[in-house]
Every structure is written in C-alpha cells, then in structure tokens.
C-alpha cells in the first residue's frame, strides 16, 4: 500500500522504510535520501479546523500525516512536541512581524530556540526522537546489552551548536564536535563549550574547519570504529528535520490571515537557502495544499541554486576558498581547486545543496514519468534520473535537466542571488526605513533583499514572508558593517541576556594537538570510558 508514512530512497526506488528508520539511519544505504512513499493530502476542513491551531498543535496534526501510530501512538508524538518546544522563548515558537505594512513586507522570526538559529525548530525534535526510539530498544535491556549512539560532526558554527543544544542530556546518546581551535566566532563557541552536560563532548582542534570535516569522513569509513561505536550523524539531509520545517509555513500563514483577516491570501515565502532544507519544507507544505504564490530561493554569492533555476544546469564552479559546512561536495572537487566563497552568510556556504537531490527526484516524477504509468515503474523511473544526476555531478561536476523539469522547477520556485554588498546594504536600508527600526541578521538579509527586488518590479500586491533564520547578535561583524556609525546604533541594544554571561560562563572544551585521526579516535574513547564511569 503506497502511504506516506512509509518512505523510500530518491536512489533505489526500493521502498517500505519506516519513520524510525529514516531518523535513525539519515542517510539510504545506496547514499539517496529517503521521501514519503506519497505527500499526504490536507484534511477537507484544514483551512477551518486548523486555523487556531497552536504551533504544537499544528506540528501533531502535520506529524501524523507522516508518521504512521503504531511506530509512535498519539500521546507519545503529543509528548515528544511539548518537550521540543517548551525550549523556545516565544510563545508562538516562530513569531510572525511584519517589516513594513505599506509594502506587505512580513518576516517569520525562527530564531527563538536555544541556538538562536533556525536549525533548532528542526534539532530540537530530532535530538528527542533519536532518545525517543533508543530508549525503546533499550526498554528492559541491562546496561551492558543497551544500544548505544554516537554522534559526531565537525563545525564552523551554526550546525555544532544546534545539534549540541538537541542532543545534551539525552539518555544513551553521545555527541562530539569538532571545531577549528581558535577559528570560529567566539560567540559561537562559547554557545557549545558552555554547554557541560555529561554526554557533550567539544573537541578543539590544532587545524582548519576542512580538517575537522576530514577527520569525521575518515571516522565514518572507519569500520571497525563505527561498529564498535554506532557512529550517527545530525547533518541536514535527516528527513525529521525536513518535516519540522514544514510546520511554520503553516502557522504563518494563518498568522497572516489573522492578521488581515483574509481567507484568500496567498502569500510568497523568500527563503535564505544553502543545503535547501528549510525551502524544500516549503515545498513539502505546498505539495500538501497549502496556498502559497511562490517559493523564493534566495542564495549568497555561493548561487549553485540560482544558476539552476537560470539555465537548467546545475554546476559546481571554480571559486578558491574553504568546503563548505554540510554540504557533499563532489569526489575530488577540492583537489582541484573547487571550494565555496566565503561570504557575511557563513552558514549558506555551499558548494552544493544536499537535499536538492530530493526536489530532483520529485522534477523527474512529475515531468520525465506520466500518470498513466504504473506508480511503482514511475518511482523507479525518477530514481534511475536521479542516480544518474548524481553520477554526473561526480564525474563531470554538473547536469542539465530537461526543459520539462525546469519548467516543472519554475513553476514552484524562483530564485535571486544576493551579494555581500547588497546583505549589508539591506541590513541598512531596513533598520533605517523599516516600521521598527528592525535589525535584520546577514542571512535574513538575503531573503529580504530578494523579497525587496520583488517589490521594485512586481509591486506591493502579494504578500512576502521572508524567513529569518538566525539572531543578529550571532553574526555581529557583518551587523556592524552595516550599521555602525548609525545615529541611535549601539550592538549591545540587540545583544540578548543569554549572550551576555557567555563570556564568563564555565566551560569545558578538550584540546586536540594536531588534526590527525587516530589522535581524535583516542580522546573520542578516552572520554567515552570516562562517561561511564
Ligand atoms: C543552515 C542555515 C541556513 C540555510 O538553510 P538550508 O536549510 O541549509 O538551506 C540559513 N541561515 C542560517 C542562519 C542557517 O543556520
């Protein structure tokens, strides 16, 4: 039975995978990404029965669509939202404000979880899921028989820290990042090395963010390493992770039809993109029937995405700097001088984006498969497509895409690309002509641009949701870059109290001398014999 709540993987075309297999494994076996069988359609009554609908009770209600009862009964899911959510400090977990009334011009604030990032709404589920299902396993079993998770990451910033604050304190689950000593934002390492729960694990090491990347690889293939320690990873492709997005596109836009007490309003939702995860929510809630005008994709100078949706063609360019966070850069590109461009929007340094290959998989079902196909060959068909898309962006580092999937890709999405100069530039332009004096974020300030663009050669007319994804306070420099010398400016007016002790708060870090593996596998297990003691 075709059902979305079984799940299956954009490479294979074998199917059948259940929720807990998804969260628990992250990535196929065959190195696709897993999707739903089938997107679920809404409710008739959805736009009535859900439009007072808390944040939480939203996230139920859409969470049940995906994951079957009998893999998690209701009271559980019920109990593992609450908990994701109490973390947050607003209220309405991701507020709706709007920058300028005149203009339509609406930011969706998702940077109220303990990071002060987007990635927690996402993390913070994901950590209680993966104890969710290992206490489970574990129900009954002695200490020595019980299932054990190790789970380790390397970090220029924002992922580390949003998978720390998800993970810490959870039962059975150890987590290890690794950091550039020295190397990343002090704010940013304060955030993790404060965090002194016992199965948090910083490891600083002597080395660049590529060497950290490289030794956590080294570790993944290490298979005597893995066995023995039931290595996990938190990366951006984890299917749980797409699903929590999908909530606030939701909540806002019932935040907005309140606000304007509009049942028919079609709002447009500007994204700051870099691995494609939080627009491919997007995409999701709009697949499932949510009336949305447009996705925009909005990128830095990293613009892989926006070139694709210019021409067809999506190509990893020659640009010299450092890999990117997150990102499964191709085979050999960094050896020939391929890297991402370091940009004032760090955490949308990309080289590609990880989980555009399931948008792909979708273009290729719809456009290169037709409905009067047996639904089965038609999965198969689009994953053949995206096993050879993908063999292609190994071998020659890029594909074109038929014209049928670019117009399939256009009708859903469009795309800006927005320069360094242009992000602080807008981060000026809103704090001094916006409603409230608003201090946009570097990455927030990619999709406003964009949303901005819009409105020079479209007009006010429809109303835009930019995403804001991270706090301003997190990404200071390209704030003060912008901003400083401003009548009425000071930085210390955005700082939160929670950044303030930071500096001062104890911290627990261990040092790693060099950026050798077999260095890192023996702290990794020096610590880990410690955390049982
Ligand atoms: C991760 C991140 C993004 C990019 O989101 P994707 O899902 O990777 O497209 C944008 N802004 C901030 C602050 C982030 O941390």
């Known amino acids: 039975m075709v059902s979305a709540q079984s799940y299956l993987s954009t490479r294979g075309g074998s199917s059948g995978f259940s929720f807990e297999d998804t969260v628990l494994k992250g990535l196929a076996s065959d190195g696709g990404l897993f999707i739903p ?7 008739t ?15 139920f209600s859409l969470f049940s669509l995906y994951i079957s009862p009998s893999e998690i009964p209701s009271e559980d899911l019920k109990r593992l939202i609450e908990k994701s959510y109490s973390t947050f400090r607003a209220p309405e977990i991701t507020p709706l404000t709007t920058l300028r009334k005149s203009e339509n011009l609406h930011l969706l604030e998702l940077f109220h979880g303990p990071t002060f990032a987007f990635k927690d709404v996402a993390l913070q589920f994901v950590g209680n899921l993966f104890e969710y299902f290992l206490s489970r396993r574990n129900e009954g079993k002695s200490a020595g028989e019980k299932e ?74 290490d298979t005597a390493f893995n066995a023995r320690h039931k290595l996990g990873a938190v990366n951006s492709i984890n299917w749980a992770r797409i699903l929590a997005q999908i909530v606030y596109y939701f909540h806002s836009y019932f935040a907005l039809q309140k606000a304007y007490s509009n049942k028919t309003l079609i709002p447009r939702f500007v994204v700051p993109t870099g691995n494609f995860g939080d627009v491919l929510a997007g995409y999701f809630a709009k697949r499932m029937g949510l009336p949305i005008e447009k996705l925009v994709v909005a990128t830095n100078e990293n613009d892989i995405l926006d070139r694709f949706w210019k021409s067809g063609t999506y190509e990893i360019h020659a640009v010299s700097g450092k890999e990117a966070e997150g990102g499964i850069p191709a085979d050999g590109a960094k050896a020939h001088g391929f890297g991402v461009k370091e940009t004032l929007s760090p955490a949308m340094d990309i080289l590609v984006s990880s989980n555009f290959e399931r948008l792909l998989w979708y273009l290729a079902f719809e456009r290169e498969t037709t409905a009067d196909q047996d639904l089965s060959e038609r999965q198969k068909k689009a994953s053949e497509k995206v096993k050879e898309m993908m063999v292609a962006l190994k071998t020659q580092r890029g594909f074109s895409v038929t014209p049928a999937m670019l117009e399939e890709a256009k009708s859903d999405f469009d795309s800006e690309r927005v320069s360094d100069s242009q992000i602080v530039e807008t981060i000026r332009e809103i704090y001094t002509a916006s409603d409230s004096k608003y201090v946009l974020d570097p990455h927030s300030s990619v999709g406003v641009t964009a949303a901005l663009r819009h409105i020079a050669s479209n007009g006010t007319q429809v109303h835009q949701v930019c995403l804001s994804t991270a706090h301003p306070a997190k990404f200071s420099h390209a704030v003060d870059l912008a901003l400083n010398g401003i009548d009425g400016y000071n930085f210390d007016d955005v700082l939160p109290d929670q950044f303030k002790g930071l500096a001062v708060a104890e911290k627990r870090v261990e040092d790693v001398a060099k950026a050798d593996k077999e260095l890192v596998k023996e702290v990794v297990e020096r610590l880990l014999e410690g955390g049982k003691a």
């Open 37 to 43: 069988e089938a997107i679920p359609s809404l409710p």
């Open 45 to 59: 009554d959805w736009q009535t029965t859900w439009s007072t609908k808390t944040f939480q009770e939203l996230a």
């Open 148 to 221: 054990t998770l190790t789970v380790i990451g390397a970090t220029s910033g924002d992922t580390g820290s949003a998978a720390i604050y998800g993970l810490r304190g959870k039962e059975d689950i150890s987590v290890f990042i690794l950091h550039p000593k020295g190397k990343i934002s002090p704010i940013q390492e304060a955030q993790m090395t404060s965090v002194l729960d016992k199965n948090v694990h910083n490891l600083a090491v002597v080395g660049t963010f590529d060497n950290c990347q490289d030794i956590v690889k080294e570790l993944f293939a």
